[in-house]
């Protein structure tokens, strides 16, 4: 009776549509989610259906023990973004231990394979992960800094793959030309964005926060918020003027993950049997990554992945099949990781049932 007096005194008529509203759009959010996968699993299902299943199969044979070393490859890529993640945080606060951050980083990059809006639900997964031995800000904090140093880098190698496709293979037809073109102009103005943000110290969410609450156009609980929100951001973009060493050590890990990346295409592509040069495997990497940003909304960036590889090699000279078993190789060590994150996430939550029914006992 008590536990009903209790449910019954929380749960108020004004909740319920509240309630509802949320089980609506969380509805909404997992049809979404269902159809881009679906979408991204048919296309995948195409290509390997024109290419044919059997070719792709000898192609994959092929790599044989090769696989441990694109597996290693793709976990060193994993333990150097927690390495910058764990100095992007305050050296007051790294309590947390490295060990922590890398656990963090499996965890959240296991919910950005099986999202659709997996960039926010997987930092934010970092950030909850991070928050047992460090408060939430300064996690939400470090998450952001390791990730705007890491898109800068991705632009830096972008730009330099997109002018090394030009000088060494040419523009190709009109299409790809224009496409070519969009990518720099985007890159150039993200580029631009991120570094006058960082050199001016811009609070653009705070801000605009304080412009809506104004008018009366902000939810409450975004007012409320505002200060750990300027909090926030207040570190992101000081960290470049308070903590300079820290910020070339990220930026550095950061360019150094590149490498490895580029490393892992030339080895897969030498282990499926096909010729390979650094400036293929640079280029390939370079425009993997335009697709891994455009398509981010399909989980795991299923299909497109594959296909995109595909058209990629296609440039390059390749055949569209080369391009589909490079990325199922790759694919291959993503799946570990992913696998690797998913444990974590189960054992953490685990831990954290455990610790909640021995407070309930007590």
Request: with cysteine; aromatic share 10%; hydrophobic share 55%.
């Amino acid at each position: 009776m008590q536990s009903e007096n209790y449910l019954n005194s929380e749960l108020t008529p004004a909740d319920a549509p509240v309630r509802s509203s949320r089980s609506n759009k969380t509805k909404v959010l997992i049809w979404i989610q269902a159809a881009t996968f679906l979408a991204g699993l048919t296309l995948l299902a195409i290509l390997i259906y024109r290419i044919g299943y059997a070719k792709i199969l000898d192609s994959l044979s092929a790599v044989g023990w090769g696989f441990l070393a694109i597996l290693s490859l793709n976990v060193i890529r994993h333990l150097c973004r927690a390495a910058s993640l764990f100095l992007a945080i305050e050296p007051e606060h790294r309590a947390t231990g490295y060990w922590s951050v890398v656990a963090a980083r499996f965890g959240g990059e296991a919910v950005n394979f099986f999202s659709f809006a997996g960039p926010f639900l997987g930092d934010a997964t970092k950030a909850i992960l991070l928050k047992r031995n460090l408060p939430l800000t300064h996690g939400a904090s470090a998450v952001i800094i390791d990730n705007i140093l890491y898109y800068l880098s991705v632009i830096l190698v972008i730009l330099i793959g997109v002018a090394t496709l030009v000088v060494g293979f040419g523009s190709g037809g009109a299409g790809v030309a224009n496409a070519l073109l969009l990518i720099v102009i985007f890159s150039v103005v993200g580029f631009s964005i991120l570094v006058l943000a960082i050199r001016h110290r811009i609070t653009p969410l705070s801000w605009l926060i304080t412009k809506l609450a104004r008018r009366d156009k902000v939810p409450k609980f975004l007012v409320n918020k505002k200060q750990g929100i300027l909090d926030v951001e207040n570190n992101v973009f000081q960290f470049y003027h308070n903590r300079k060493a820290d910020f070339f050590k990220v930026f550095g890990i950061s360019l150094c993950v590149h490498v490895f990346s580029v490393a892992e295409v030339y080895l897969a592509l030498k282990f499926l049997g096909f010729p390979a040069s650094v400036s293929t495997a640079f280029i390939t990497e370079s425009l993997t990554k335009v697709i891994n940003v455009v398509f981010s909304f399909v989980p795991g960036t299923i299909g497109v992945y594959e296909g995109g590889n595909g058209v990629i090699l296609e440039m390059l000279g390749f055949t569209v099949a080369t391009g589909v078993a490079l990325a199922l190789v790759r694919r291959g060590a993503i799946l570990f990781s992913t696998t690797v994150g998913l444990i974590i996430l189960v054992w953490r939550g685990a831990a954290r049932g455990a610790r909640h029914i021995a407070r309930t006992d007590d």
